[in-house]
């Protein structure tokens, strides 16, 4: 049987999972702030969501590999620690080539979170409690992508878009410093 320490600390994962998802979908329903305050072109303001959904592609794959690398815990630490600096950036980004470099970083270390925090799933829990853990970073995965465009243009309307991206910084804090 799983500890409650280790529950907590797949909770914490899964938030880290969840703010990255969640990520993805709060920006697209800002897109067209983010496009007036930036000055980007209609041409160009794609490029948000692409160089986001590139890195976390590229990074997937790798997850298995910068596993054996830096251990699943550390490398859900240092995940979640360049997904929140990296939120930071693009809150703070003033232009579109800034908070395009800040997304890359964030789309990298949002992949590599998905498929670690299922893993975590199989090296963190017996057999028997596979179901539950499964079950709970499913719900964490379906339920981000749901709530993110009501999100995402509730905070642009009540505060500004640079808020889209520091909503990641105290729980990737908090995930961050106790997830270890």
Same mark, same amino acid.
């Given at each position: 049987r799983a500890s409650a320490a280790i529950w907590l600390g797949f909770i914490l994962m899964c938030l880290g999972m969840f703010m990255a998802i969640l990520d993805i979908q709060v920006v697209a329903t800002s897109l067209p702030s983010i496009q007036h305050a930036l000055a980007i072109s209609p041409d160009a303001i794609s490029?948000?969501?692409?160089?986001?959904?590139?890195?976390?592609?590229v990074a997937i794959p790798l997850t298995g590999w910068l596993t054996r690398v830096l251990t699943l815990r550390w490398l859900i630490v240092t995940a979640i620690t360049l997904f929140t600096l990296a939120s930071i950036g693009?809150?703070?980004?003033?232009?579109?080539? !800034? @908070? %395009?470099?800040?997304?890359?970083?964030?789309?990298?270390?949002?992949? !590599? @979170? %998905?498929?670690?925090v299922f893993s975590a799933v199989f090296l963190l829990f017996p057999v028997r409690q596979h179901p539950l853990a499964t079950t709970l970073a499913g719900i964490m995965a379906v339920l981000a992508p749901t709530v993110g465009p009501v999100v995402g243009g509730w905070i642009t309307q009540t505060y500004s878009w640079h808020w889209l991206f520091l909503i990641n910084v105290a729980p990737g804090i908090m995930a961050a410093v106790a997830t270890p």
């Open positions: 490029w948000i969501q692409t160089a986001y959904l590139i890195a976390e592609i693009c809150a703070l980004s003033g232009d579109f080539t !800034v @908070l %395009i470099g800040f997304r890359v970083l964030q789309g990298f270390a949002g992949g !590599v @979170l %998905i498929p670690a």
